[in-house]
T-cell receptor, first 111, second 116 residues
Framework: DAKTTQPNSMESNEEEPVHLPCNHS???????IHWYRQLPSQGPEYVIH???SNVNNRMASLAIAEDRKSSTLILHRATLRDAAVYYC????????????FGDGTTLTVKP | EAQVTQNPRYLITVTGKKLTVTCSQN?????MSWYRQDPGLGLRQIYY???????DKGDVPEGYKVSRKEKRNFPLILESPSPNQTSLYFC???????????????FGNGTRLTVT
């Protein structure tokens, strides 16, 4: 299974943009890139996903490198409620059975 | 409300006493999966099911059983729990059209299990 690598932790100031990176150098052509976040005492929550093109939704934007070996989750204006652990995972569209999570990035938002 | 429901939220048991953690989803999802989360080890997949009567092992299946007799339910069974199965467990589901990975995972709120 292709693996992802993320920084252990990042800090941001409230109301500033946050760019969370993810490396997936062994990504295959059939892997979708998914992002989830986990707030304290809760299950992971879906944020966004994409295959090749950049994606936007009400929560965030996903920028995917042209070679697809890395991606960046962009929170346009961080709030205190965005403090969470963010996970980048790959889901194969031909065999979505296995979903491997890494350790994720702990985002701290300072007021 | 669309959701994945796990029960119980908290469970304390003793070594060797069989237990079942239930998971139910109301979104008509084909795919369901169980994960355990331990400090420093992230989320590790235990078992998954692509559809009714179809289950397969994840990365850490030892000591666990699952069944998928109907689409909405995917119970996790520990036949003889041991202390190393003390963990936080999450159930997840997704709509899976023809094995597509283009389907977000929806997670339950977790079950914290302690085995003494």
């Amino acid at each position: 299974d292709a693996k992802t690598t993320q920084p252990n932790s990042m800090e941001s100031n409230e109301e500033e943009p946050v760019h969370l990176p993810c490396n997936h150098s062994t990504i295959s052509g059939t892997d979708y890139i998914h992002w989830y976040r986990q707030l304290p005492s809760q299950g992971p929550e879906y944020v966004i996903h994409g295959l090749t093109s950049n994606v936007n939704n009400r929560m965030a934007s996903l920028a995917i490198a042209e070679d697809r070996k890395s991606s960046t989750l962009i929170l346009h204006r961080a709030t205190l409620r965005d403090a969470a652990v963010y996970y980048c995972i790959l889901r194969d569209y031909t065999n979505a059975g296995k979903s491997t999570f890494g350790d994720g990035t702990t985002l701290t938002v300072k007021p | 409300e669309a959701q994945v429901t796990q029960n119980p939220r908290y469970l304390i048991t003793v070594t060797g006493k069989k237990l079942t953690v239930t998971c139910s989803q109301n979104m008509n999802h084909e795919y369901m999966s169980w994960y355990r989360q331990d400090p420093g080890l992230g989320l590790r997949q235990i078992y998954y099911s692509m559809n009714v009567e179809v289950t397969d092992k994840g990365d850490v299946p030892e000591g666990y059983k699952v069944s998928r007799k109907e689409k909405r339910n995917f119970p996790l069974i520990l036949e003889s729990p041991s202390p190393n199965q003390t963990s936080l467990y999450f159930c997840a589901s997704s709509l899976s059209r023809t094995l597509s990975g283009d389907s977000p995972l929806h997670f339950g709120n977790g079950t914290r299990l302690t085995v003494t």
